[in-house]
């Protein structure tokens, strides 16, 4: 799905009620209701208790207006319900002066706020609430937000430490956290920090790829109306979110008459002595995302020491040299201690994958120079792989594959650039698309927001995953998981299967942190938990019309 600009986005609704019929009232009726549906879905039905005090926070734009429908539909959930508009009531115009009115028919409680000394009396009782709702600003700021709203955003950060604090237990922002601009640029002042953003529609690009996008918390998009073929007419743009439905044409039901070899062979090239959990790790999740895995390593662990837990994974030992790394003797020489040469090895393989914990031995970086340059199969290349082509990056242009998906994290980048971490964060797309095209290569930017970009110019946005993704194994498990896609998906649509890959990374580490705290989730957790992220996937693509 496209990334539309708050303009783009204007469009979109224009055109939803011009050419559809779909009338404004009914767009914030449905946008309202949406918001409410996450929070009840998300906070409400998953406890023993109803939601307790309810703090929603409406401007005097259609956002407040959207606010405001939120508020009506958790009246009869919650224990409290209580508007604090920050505007006079008059100064509503169209839809939100209707919904604030009904909210009044209703006998809903609403402080109309409009000195610093109405919102410090009132901010003895919104810092009390259990969830506080954001309907400040949505997608239309222009500029900073001041004054008022200014202040309330701050004291509700510092209130909740980012969003980091025990209470209050939600933050939710409807459309967009006040404060941010939606177009992609650094915020101006003040950003609201929520647990959700529920948007409408599409995305916005700040949502996605601003300094400041990490506001958002969890980005969902909600539909309220308008169809998709809109947002693909309208947005100009060439950044995408990695959303279900960019998978909708992929075979993810495995045919009845399947074997073995119908999904491919990936060869993963890995490990060095105690960096064997890397091998493991990358192996054992290809075996999870559904193809046949082999495990290219080092005879002084390979049957034992590495492997000895995963009885699944096929193991290959080869001749390290006399630092215990893999050399580039295992090329061409073939004696007593060598039980295949590579050449052999490589045979039959439709995916390569290297990288993960084999060390940066000089001997090492040739041998994996040699064969990325060498395969005609698609490379995935990550870790001590990445560490190869440091100073070397040229030779990528050399290589005889069409098809190399990279996936350095920040700190790799900017080794493989000579330059810094910061250079590499200021503009993160801008890298990872200058990178693609420099070396022809599929490139994946991990961190917050992982970025996509092909050689061609794509780009895409993944906003699955979570802060338990942020520990040892978890690349190991991407690279794993992305040979085995590509094993079984193959090469023709290859920029779609790299952005599938780190689509169910994130996914099953979001379906782990429902069953428990982020902080102690492990890599091996989220291997296991892939083909339910898959299973997750196709549902939701089941569902939709």
């Known amino acids: 799905m496209k990334a539309l600009t708050a303009g783009e ?10 050419r559809f019929g779909v009338a404004s009232h009914q767009l914030m009726e449905n946008a309202g209701k949406s918001v409410a549906d996450v929070f009840l879905e998300q906070y409400g039905h998953k406890n023993s208790e109803a939601p307790g005090f309810v703090a929603v ?10 606010g405001f429908v939120v508020a009506r539909y958790l009246l009869e959930e919650a224990e409290r319900v209580h508007v604090y508009l920050f505007a006079k009531p008059e100064e509503l115009k169209g839809e939100a002066a209707k919904n604030c009115q009904r909210w009044r028919d209703l006998g809903g409680e609403i402080t109309v706020l409009q000195t610093e000394a109405e919102w410090e009396k009132a901010w003895l009782d919104v810092s009390a609430a259990d969830a506080i709702v954001d309907a400040l600003l949505g997608t239309g700021v222009r500029g900073a937000a001041t004054g008022l709203m200014a202040q309330a955003i701050e004291d509700i950060n510092r209130h909740s430490r980012d969003a980091t604090a025990a ?56 539909q309220i109306g308008s169809p998709a073929g809109l947002v693909e007419e309208t947005g100009k743009g060439t950044t995408r979110w990695i959303g279900p439905d960019e998978f909708a044409g992929l075979p993810l039901i495995r ?45 002084l662990f390979s049957t034992e020491e590495g492997t000895a837990s995963q009885r699944n994974l096929v193991t290959t030992p080869m001749l390290p040299d006399p630092e215990a790394t893999l050399s580039t003797v295992v090329l061409n020489k073939f004696n007593e201690q060598i039980t295949f040469p590579f050449d052999r090895i490589k045979t039959g393989k439709t995916v390569l994958a290297v990288g993960p914990g084999l060390g940066t031995h000089p001997e090492t970086q040739n041998f994996v120079r040699s064969i990325v340059r060498a395969s005609e199969v698609p490379v995935v ?47 993160r797309v801008r890298t990872a698309v200058e990178v693609a095209r420099k070396w022809n290569a599929h490139v994946v930017l991990k961190g917050f927001h992982s970025i996509i970009a092909s050689p061609s110019g794509q780009v895409f946005i993944n906003t699955t995953g979570n802060p338990g993704l942020a520990k040892g194994g978890s690349g190991d ?10 094993a079984q998906f193959g090469s023709d649509d290859f920029v779609r299967i790299v952005a599938l890959g780190v689509f169910l990374h994130g996914l099953a580490a979001d379906l782990l942190s429902e069953q428990s705290d982020e902080s102690g989730m492990l890599a091996g957790e989220v291997a296991n938990a892939i083909p339910y992220a898959r299973q997750k996937l196709l549902q939701e693509l089941q569902l939709r019309v």
């Open 167 to 222: 209470r209050p237990r939600w933050i939710i922002a409807v459309d967009s956290p006040s404060g941010l601009p939606s177009d992609g640029e650094a915020a101006e002042g003040p950003v609201i920090k929520a647990h959700r953003t529920i948007t409408f529609t599409a995305p916005k690009v700040g949502q996605l790829i601003s300094p400041s996008a990490s506001a958002c918390g969890r980005l969902v998009v909600r």
């Open 477 to 486: 498990v991407l690279t794993g998981l992305l040979a085995g896609l590509i």
């Open 9 to 18: 986005m204007r469009e979109v609704d224009r055109l939803t009620t011009e």
């Open 255 to 299: 045919p009845a008459e399947s074997h073995k070899g119908s999904y491919g062979h990936a060869l993963v090239v890995a490990g060095s002595l105690g960096k064997s959990g890397a091998a493991v790790m990358a192996g054992y999740t290809a075996l999870r995302a559904a193809a046949h895995a082999e495990i290219m390593t080092e005879p």
């Open 381 to 427: 290349l990550d870790a001590d792989g990445l560490n190869a082509f440091v100073d070397h990056g040229d030779e990528f242009l050399g290589r005889r594959t069409k098809f190399l998906a990279i996936t350095p994290h920040p700190g790799e980048m900017a080794r493989l650039l000579g330059t810094s971490i910061q250079e590499v964060q200021k503009d």
């Open 57 to 66: 926070l409406c401007g005097k734009g259609n956002n407040g207006g959207d």
